[in-house]
């Protein structure tokens, strides 16, 4: 039974042992932290000085002031107007970018170009495409719909695209074998696959561009996001909080009606 | 053979009634958003005209502007960004654990966390900053906290969803042996977490790299302030100058993102 005794050994490895790129990590991202508050010039002070103005704000910003709900209204009907035409817009003209895109339909020659439009609608921010689309057509509601548009492309189509490369190709061959043309290809056996991963895509874009587009308004493109800007220009600081908290609202609306959605699909 | 007169149906009556609601309303907030919607037709077809203008003006781009200001600004930008991030993490990686079911069994302490999570995401990194800027004033401070308060909740949301997904057998032998919290946390959860935990703060940095691009046109510093300028002035060849920096910095952030990934998994 010699080999059954254990030996007794004394110095047991570590079996958390430190590692020296735990340690070179921690000391470069002190020395980072150090270096950045440095180069910005952050201050305590500043933050402190901050925290009093904090207080002074909230006080203003409570309670929230609904008199002018006509203009508050009126800025939600028009962000709900650009998201609705930009989501219906953007997500046909995705469906069609999204096929010419797939690499599985696809000759090289055209999903590439396509993939390369995605991708450069996907990068800009898109405040800085509602720039480019005011000073192009002017303040309002269109720049916001063309900038809701291009963003939406840019994600949208990216996700779709994705899903048509994943597809069972034995449905394509099956309608295929049936002499169906290529757009009957698409509908009876593409589109059914990939349905249901649409509508949420769809819903959670339009979830997106409700968003936005109560934001793009900062730079003129129409919606509640001007109303906001102005607001906050004039110090009206309790018609903020009222605005925020509508636009808060609505997205817990939208966030409850979107899985009634889901649901159906 | 008694033929079967049942016909067979894809979907129940309750299901095509509930479908044909939704596209019912769905075509509906489309006429009349199309027909509420306040656009100058003239605007539109006068769009690729104003376009080309605009191009025409932007080109040849300065690239003189670039050491002058830009490239100060960019380097601001990208250190926005990223103190952003590491400032998100001292509140969300707690508001994470709070919101974990199987860190901290609490259903109060997840409502008391989802709070604040839903609250951080459904305002916008614009009206954060509009909110530091009124608190901070103008400059580096109110944009770092515009990126770290919006990051909070999809950190928060992402990591929680990481921790309940992780194996409990470690965490239970580690717990049987009396080790303290602490210790359950680091050698338990961490080792679990740690992929996840980094790939959705690199997802986040590069998500922050773009917003932070716009944060300068209400004032929170960075890249933004001298974009926001030279439109003020209709210096439109400088615009393209910062507009070409912010899409190499966003190419750029990209790449790093996708190597450091593929180095890590």
């Known amino acids: 039974m010699a080999g059954l005794t254990p030996k007794q050994s004394t110095n047991h490895p570590n079996p958390f042992p430190q590692s020296k790129w735990r340690i070179a990590s921690w000391i470069l991202l002190v020395g980072y932290l150090v270096y950045s508050v440095n180069a910005m010039g952050l201050s305590w002070q500043r933050f402190t000085d901050g925290l009093g103005h904090a207080g002074t704000l909230l006080d203003r910003m409570f309670p929230p002031n609904f008199s002018r709900w006509e203009l508050l209204l009126g800025g939600l009907v028009e962000s709900l107007q650009i998201a609705v035409i930009a989501s219906v817009v953007g997500i046909l003209l995705s469906l069609f970018i999204a096929l010419l895109a797939a690499r599985n339909f696809m000759p090289i020659w055209i999903s590439v170009p396509a993939r390369a439009f995605i991708a450069l609608c996907r990068s800009f921010h898109p405040v800085i495409i509602a720039i480019l689309f005011v000073k192009s057509v002017g303040f309002g509601a269109l720049a916001g719909i063309l900038t809701l548009i291009i963003a939406t492309i840019g994600f949208i189509a990216k996700l779709f695209a994705e899903a048509i490369e994943e597809i069972s190709f034995k449905q394509v061959e099956a309608i295929q074998a049936t002499g169906a043309s290529f757009i009957k290809v698409i509908l009876f056996s593409v589109i059914p696959q990939v349905f249901s991963r649409f509508i949420g895509f769809a819903t959670y874009q339009f979830d997106s561009n409700l968003r936005n587009s109560t934001m793009i308004g900062i730079v003129g493109a129409g919606g509640l996001g001007g109303t906001l800007f102005s607001a906050f220009q004039r110090f009206d600081y309790d018609f903020v909080a009222a605005i925020l908290i509508t636009i808060i609202a609505l997205i817990l609306f939208w966030e409850f009606l979107s899985t009634l959605v889901r649901r159906v699909f | 053979m008694q033929q079967s007169d049942q016909h067979w149906q894809r979907f129940s009556v309750k299901q095509k009634l509930s479908r044909f609601t939704v596209y019912l309303l769905f075509v509906m907030a489309l006429v009349v958003s199309m027909r509420s919607v306040e656009i100058i037709p003239e605007f539109f077809f006068d769009a690729p005209e104003q376009m080309m203008d605009l191009l025409n003006r932007m080109w040849p ?122 210790a359950v946390m680091l050698k338990g959860y961490w080792p679990q977490v740690k992929p996840a935990f980094f790939s959705i703060v690199l997802f986040r940095w590069d998500i922050n790299v773009r917003e932070s691009a716009v944060l300068g046109l209400v004032g929170a510093g960075g890249i933004g302030v001298v974009l926001n300028d030279s439109m003020n002035l209709f210096q439109w060849q400088q615009v393209a100058t910062s507009l070409l920096a912010i899409f190499a910095v966003v190419i750029m952030a990209e790449i790093v993102v996708v190597k450091i990934r593929q180095k890590m998994i």
């Open chain 2, 61 to 182: 781009i300065d690239i003189a502007f670039y050491p002058l200001t830009v490239h100060a600004a960019i380097i601001e930008t990208l250190n926005i960004a990223t103190l952003g991030t590491l400032v998100t993490l001292i509140f969300s990686i707690p508001l994470a654990l709070i919101n974990a079911s199987n860190v901290v069994a609490s259903p109060w302490a997840h409502w008391f966390a989802r709070f604040f999570l839903v609250s951080s995401r459904s305002v916008n990194s614009l009206v954060w900053a509009l909110l530091f800027v009124a608190i901070f004033g103008p400059g580096v401070l109110a944009g770092v906290l515009a990126i770290a308060f919006r990051s909070i909740g999809f950190v928060g949301k992402l990591l929680a969803e990481a921790l309940e997904e992780i194996d409990m057998g470690t965490v239970e032998a580690l717990r049987a042996t009396g080790a303290p919290w602490g």
